[in-house]
């Protein structure tokens, strides 16, 4: 064995991780067969973009296979006992919007075209997972400095807020010089990692401590004003970004991993009315909120104008019906808009394209590869050695969870649409880098032989002082 | 024509399937581990790491599972016995109670600190914390599972 620097390398196979890439990639060179299969047998009919010239049929696929095959080397030369699911399960998810985005039109992306951008991100994100993944052990840089990531997590919501450059009517995109991204993608895995160092820090007084209000019992007071603080920053994501995704996103998770931490249910119950109160203000005085509502509610009514969108997405559910229409027979032209296409559906309608080509069935996989990552998570929380990792990890599966559910549920018009990326499938740079450093921290987080914990701090200062007054 | 028809059925179809085999394959792994955990032995609450200890007694690195109640002191009637010249006989007590877990000193000679704070009365405490007692320095971690 070769010493690399002071530390020896200490190969470990991980052959559940192997078998698992084996079946995603025999899957996935399956799904590309038939692509091109379809293409052949209609080449001037529905897939528009085809195959680029000088790039065999099937040579994006072949290069993200081989992004993954080195992933899982260096997760095995970095020979840690860490989760073997993830990897492989993402994977697929990454194949799946590859296959997608390769045979939408290409011009949808400018530059190198729609399939080449996204396998640029896959690979990113694939390295980000591999990367975190072999190289994260501690985790105080975390921990330590909730604040200070809190602190820019705000900053940078703020520089949306004034800098943002507005598309689509949405104001979430940040560019300085030549970089450009979505702040509120990056935003969820910093509230996630607040919400845990504070959590993990407050949890014995929120659950011991509270203040009665008739028949519910609040948390105690001091500690409502990070928790009303939240509501503010989610209801002014809507308000002035018009992001109500997000905003979604993020109240959500925060009540669940409340939840999860106190296991009270009145907390949640006051959240959910908070929201609902949230809800019915904004549908009164945002026109922005009430048309994504009124949509919902009855999107036939504007079938041509602003329910296009939702209304397409359900005839394509239907085109696919249980097997689906297969993969490259779909009719998701997206730029000069012919009957039966979708606005925006390499970003917000993946899973609507999805479910055309594949049908019931295949979304019912997709949909059971989001509940394995959250499995994952929420196996990786219950085994973690103290409450800091627990929270992250339940939360930052959840994050994936939640925001797949989201849109998902948005393209079945179960509930108001908006627009939110589908963790790894849409179409993105921000959405894809961040969630690839999601998945690399459960990965990282997985590992119980990691670095113990830094010790915890004794500035618990005011709050403690409260405590101890009102302890009998 | 047919034959290409055909064909392209069958790859729809495989690729259907090999995704719901990737799926089976995942599940299996996932009841494996499920059942795994389940087997263990897992009636502890939490576990108390030493982290560091003078006197070897307890020595440092142990480990020690916790029941709903645990208690710390020099006498050998203890839950967990720590030797040090610093604690007293019945130094503290550490009890798991609802849905947290406190530390109770119980009127020792040096006093009971939590993540270097002096605890009078009782202290709630969350996982990773840190007690000291005497010289001796233990970290409340979760239960293995």
């Known amino acids: ?68 095959a080195l992933a899982h080397v260096a997760l095995v030369l970095a020979g840690r006992r860490t989760d073997q699911i993830l990897l492989p399960t993402v994977g697929l998810l990454g194949g799946l919007s590859l296959l997608l985005m390769e045979r939408l039109p290409q011009d949808l992306a400018g530059g ?28 105080a840089w975390l921990r330590l400095y909730k604040y200070s990531w809190a602190a820019f997590g705000v900053g940078l919501l703020l520089l949306t807020f004034v800098f943002g450059r507005e598309v689509n009517g949405q104001r979430l995109t940040l ?40 028949p519910l019992r609040l948390p105690p007071l001091p500690y409502l004003a990070p928790m009303v603080a939240l509501w503010a920053i989610a209801l002014s994501i809507v308000v002035v970004q018009r992001d109500l995704g997000a905003a979604l996103l993020f109240f959500a998770v925060f ?27 904004l549908y009164e005085f945002v026109p922005h909120v009430r048309t994504r509502v009124d949509i919902w509610v009855d999107p036939f009514a504007a079938s041509r104008a602003a329910g296009y969108q939702v209304v397409q997405a359900l005839h394509a559910f239907a085109r696919g019906g249980i097997l689906g229409t297969g993969l490259g027979a779909g009719l998701p032209e997206v730029g000069g808009l012919p009957p039966g296409g979708i606005p925006a559906l390499h970003t917000d309608f993946p899973f609507a394209a999805l479910g055309e080509e594949l049908g019931l069935i295949g979304v019912l996989a997709i949909l059971g590869l989001y509940l394995v990552v959250i499995e994952r998570g929420l196996r990786i929380a219950a085994s973690a050695a103290d409450d800091f990792r627990a929270i992250l990890a339940a939360g930052l599966s959840l994050v994936i969870g939640v925001q797949a559910f989201i849109i998902a549920a948005g393209n079945l018009k179960l509930i108001p ?56 | ?131 000291q007692l005497g010289n001796v320095r233990l970290r409340l971690e979760r239960a293995r599972r």
């Open chain 1, 112 to 139: 190198l075209g729609l399939g080449r951008t996204q396998l640029v991100w896959l690979l990113g994100s694939i390295g980000l997972i591999a990367g975190i993944g072999a190289f994260a052990r501690g985790d």
């Open chain 1, 175 to 214: 560019a300085i010089g030549p970089l450009s991204g979505q702040p509120s993608e990056l935003l969820k895995v910093i509230l996630v990692v607040f919400l845990a160092g504070y959590l993990s820090e407050n949890r014995a007084l929120l659950v011991e401590q509270s203040t009665r209000l008739g």
């Open chain 1, 417 to 472: 649409l908006t627009g939110i990326t589908l963790p790894f499938i849409s179409y993105g740079g921000s959405s894809l880098l961040t969630n690839g450093l999601v998945v690399g921290l459960l990965i990282a987080l997985s590992d119980r032989g990691a670095e113990p914990p830094p010790p915890p701090q004794a500035a618990r200062g005011r709050f403690r002082r409260i405590f101890d007054a009102v302890a009998p």
């Open chain 2, 1 to 131: 024509m047919d034959g290409t028809v055909l064909s392209i059925w069958l790859l729809r179809l495989l690729f259907l399937t090999l995704l719901y085999l990737f799926l089976w394959g995942v599940v299996r792994v996932l009841l494996r581990d499920l059942r795994a955990a389940a087997r263990e032995p897992g009636a502890e609450l939490g576990r108390l790491l030493v982290l560091a200890s003078p006197t070897g007694e307890p020595a440092v690195g142990a480990a020690f599972s916790l029941d709903a109640v645990t208690t710390l002191g020099r006498d050998v009637n203890n839950t967990i016995v720590v030797d040090d010249e610093f604690a007293s006989g019945r130094h503290a007590v550490l009890t798991y109670r609802g849905r947290a877990w406190y530390l109770e000193d119980l009127g020792s000679t040096n006093g009971s600190f939590v993540n270097g704070i002096l605890v009078e009365g009782v202290a709630p405490l969350g996982f990773g914390d840190e007690l």
């Open chain 1, 1 to 68: 064995m070769t010493g690399v620097g002071r530390r020896r390398l200490h190969p470990r196979p991980r052959r559940r991780e192997l078998t698992l890439l084996a079946i995603a990639g025999l899957a996935l060179v399956v799904g590309s067969a038939s692509l091109e299969a379809t293409r052949r047998l209609d080449p001037t009919g529905s897939s528009a973009g085809g195959p680029e010239a000088g790039f065999p049929p099937g040579g994006l696929l072949a290069v993200y296979l081989a992004g993954l």
């Open chain 1, 255 to 281: 009540l669940l991993l409340l939840y999860v931490v106190t296991a009270r249910a009145s907390f949640v119950v006051l959240g959910l009315l908070a929201f609902a109160a949230g809800g019915a203000v």
